[in-house]
């Protein structure tokens, strides 16, 4: 049972938008702790995504944004492409539990 | 651009110690204000938090994990290490090691892992 909760799986077909949520607790993202994303393509590394809640490193498209309020922050994607298939993961400082955690990921399938 | 690549033994066996090494290159592992931190993902799970190192002079560790691990620092080799004692099946996964770090100095509840290796994966079992 990971300490921030994702769903499972999420699908959509090109062009359209979809949203990922996580959700924490008071412990996490609740305290002002930031939340970023990662995405994992098959096979490779985790590549972050989203950092600070909102923010794109360089050469991430803007396609893709980040938000947060209260104890969950939310991963969107518009205009769904093929390549956008993988599983994505958040992450926050739980500070009650004094580590970082990952969320249980994602899948995004693109129908 | 920094790189960073894990390396070590592909097999280890129940009771005995898990031994890798993370490999930095694009940058000095003690230039600037950065932890140094290793990350596990068993087949079909997500990623686990293993600790964390700064120079040697600090460390974190993943409080499930913390009697069994050790993370150090050669700045010389530009190298940082993971051992892990006593493993058993249940660690068998992909270990990757990353940076990590926040954009304003070290800020505890800012910290991300960025870049990542392309990770290693370690099987346990007799």
């Known amino acids: 049972q990971s300490v921030l909760t994702q769903p499972p799986s999420v699908s959509g077909a090109p062009g359209q938008r979809v949203t990922i949520s996580c959700t924490g607790s008071?412990?996490?993202?609740?305290?002002?702790?930031?939340v970023h994303w990662y995405q994992q393509l098959p096979g490779t590394a985790p590549k972050l995504l989203i950092y600070?809640?909102?923010n794109r490193p360089s050469g991430v498209p803007h396609r893709f944004s980040g938000s947060k309020s209260g104890t969950s922050a939310s991963l969107a994607i518009t205009g769904l492409q093929a390549e956008d298939e993988a599983d994505y993961y958040c992450?926050?400082?739980?500070?009650?539990?004094?580590?970082?955690?990952f969320g249980g990921g994602t899948k995004l399938t693109v129908l | 651009q920094l790189q960073l690549q894990e390396s070590g033994p592909a097999l280890a066996k129940p009771a005995e110690t898990l031994a890798l090494t993370c490999t930095v290159s694009?940058?000095?592992?003690?230039?600037?204000?950065?932890?140094w931190g290793w990350i596990r993902q068993p087949p079909g799970k997500g990623p686990e938090w293993i600790g964390s190192?700064?120079?040697?002079?600090?460390?974190y560790y993943n409080p499930s994990l913390r009697s069994r691990v050790t993370i150090s620092v050669d700045t010389s080799k530009n190298q940082f290490f993971l051992k892990l004692n006593s493993v058993t099946a249940a660690d068998t996964a992909i270990y990757y090691c990353?940076?990590?770090?926040?954009?304003?100095?070290?800020?505890?509840?800012?910290?991300?892992?960025?870049?990542w290796g392309q990770g290693t994966l370690v099987t346990v079992s007799s």
């Open positions: 992450q926050s400082y739980d500070s009650g539990l004094s580590l970082w955690v």
């Open positions: 694009g940058d000095s592992i003690s230039s600037r204000t950065y932890y």
């Open positions: 600070g809640n909102n």
């Open positions: 008071s412990s996490n993202i609740g305290t002002g702790s930031d």
């Open positions: 190192v700064y120079n040697n002079w600090s460390s």
């Open positions: 990353a940076r990590h770090h926040s954009v304003m100095g070290i800020l505890i509840a800012a910290m991300m892992f960025d870049p």
